[in-house]
């Protein structure tokens, strides 16, 4: 599919805002459902309504079949070795939660060091600082170089024999760094630590192997791969996972309940308590097909293409300060920038009069703020179905934002 192809099979896309047609430059907050999506949730809900694995009738019968089956599509998708290791949660910063919450209280104690970088996203930074409160461990942080990428030394420097789990970002929200997280891992597992890895930002936009990278941990959610909001995914190596303890206590997670104690269910059940996000599974199950549809390759190759040309372009207009690597291997698809003298609130306000719905704030990413200098950044995030034409836009919006805040001042 070209990207004309693309883009009508996302239907939110054909309309205007404030009188103009939508440009939407926010994916990496979250991404645009194509109608196959869309429609695979409405037939669950129309078609076969029901609670999984607990009931024999035919609809439940079909509710599992799906969700179940949305299990092996993710299993596949990031190349796990088994199905046991894929846990859905409601999102990356639940998966986040439940590895910090689960495996790092019980196996972390006084002295014991955690490792992440300035760039992580807050959902991988106040875990660990919880943790560390907790048990006594210390949190401590990889510097990073002057365009916002990790030197291999540092890890190296940073990781000691005391340091029992590395946490890091592989796609950064802000500055689009793409880490080098199997080194990183490599480095950790000679340390004896383990590597856990945020997938957020990754996952839906070029291949992922968790093979691969090796990594113990990795997380992911479904809104951000044009799947439903409300599901993410825990990928852990069965041998780690089997060793934790369950967070949720309630049904569907339990084996045997006693008056007195109870047992728990095998992978990846025994982490999965409550009615679960059924939908959203089935969702994610067909954004997987989706992308599989379009190639995961190609979606790469047309983001990596899109944000070099917004670069060129951004670089073109005088008074904006583009953050993070300029290198195109060394970035994934998205651009964070500021305008001199102008708040990016103010700018995302005057580009949304022109219909451009970009990001403006401090991304869940504050320590990163303190790094960069800033209070705030603007951040125009790229996907499959955006086009050059989205990007002139943004850079038509901006000079009219330059003007109208020259004219004000």
């Excluded at 949720?248 to 084996?255: A, K, N």
């Excluded at 390759?297 to 670089?315: G, N, P, S, V, W």
């Amino acid at each position: 599919m070209n990207e004309k192809e693309i883009k009508q099979h996302f239907p939110i896309l054909d309309q205007q805002v404030n009188g103009n047609q939508l440009v939407y430059l926010d994916s990496a907050a979250t991404s645009q459902k194509p109608v196959a999506v869309i429609e695979a949730i409405e037939d669950y809900y129309r078609r076969y309504n029901s609670n999984v694995h607990r009931g024999v009738h035919t609809l439940g019968t079909l509710a599992t079949d799906g969700y179940e089956g949305a299990r092996d599509k993710v299993r596949a998708f990031i190349g796990a070795k088994q199905r046991e290791e894929i846990v859905f949660t409601r999102g990356t910063t639940t998966a986040l939660n439940l590895v910090a919450s689960s495996y790092a209280r019980d196996n972390l104690k006084a002295g014991d060091e955690i490792v992440i970088t300035p760039m992580e996203h807050h959902s991988n930074i106040i875990p660990w600082q919880q943790v560390a409160r907790l048990t006594g461990a210390t949190l401590k942080y990889i510097p990073l170089q002057p365009d916002g990428t990790v030197d291999l030394a540092d890890v190296e420097e940073t990781v000691t024999d005391k340091t029992k789990i590395v946490s890091v970002v592989h796609v950064s929200n802000v500055l689009g760094t793409i880490n080098p997280v199997k080194e990183i891992g490599e480095i950790a597992h000679r340390a004896g630590a383990i590597m856990v890895v945020d997938g957020a930002q990754s996952t839906p936009h070029m291949k992922v192997n968790v093979q691969e990278l090796n990594c113990d941990f990795f997380a992911l959610s479904a809104h951000k791969m044009c799947g439903p909001t409300g599901i993410g995914v825990l990928y852990g190596k069965k041998e780690l996972l089997e060793k934790m303890e369950p967070i949720e206590f309630g049904g569907e997670m339990i084996d045997f309940v006693g008056l007195q104690e109870s047992t728990w269910k095998e992978l990846p059940w025994k982490f999965e308590g409550g009615t679960p996000i059924i939908a959203g599974a089935i969702g994610l199950g067909a954004a997987i097909d989706f992308l599989e549809q379009v190639g995961r390759d190609e979606i790469e190759k047309h983001e990596t293409e899109l944000a070099d040309y917004a670069m060129e372009k951004l670089a073109e207009v005088e008074g904006i300060t583009i953050y993070g690597p300029h290198h195109p291997k060394k970035r994934a698809g998205l651009v964070t920038f500021n305008i001199s003298d102008v708040h990016p609130h103010d700018v995302a306000t005057v580009l949304d009069s022109e219909g451009i719905a970009v990001r403006a704030g401090h991304h869940c990413a504050q320590p990163l703020m303190k790094w960069l200098d800033v209070t705030a950044t603007a951040r125009a995030s790229f996907y499959l179905y955006n086009t050059k034409e989205d990007v002139d836009a943004l850079v038509a919006g901006l000079v009219k934002t330059k003007e109208y805040f020259g004219d004000v001042f």
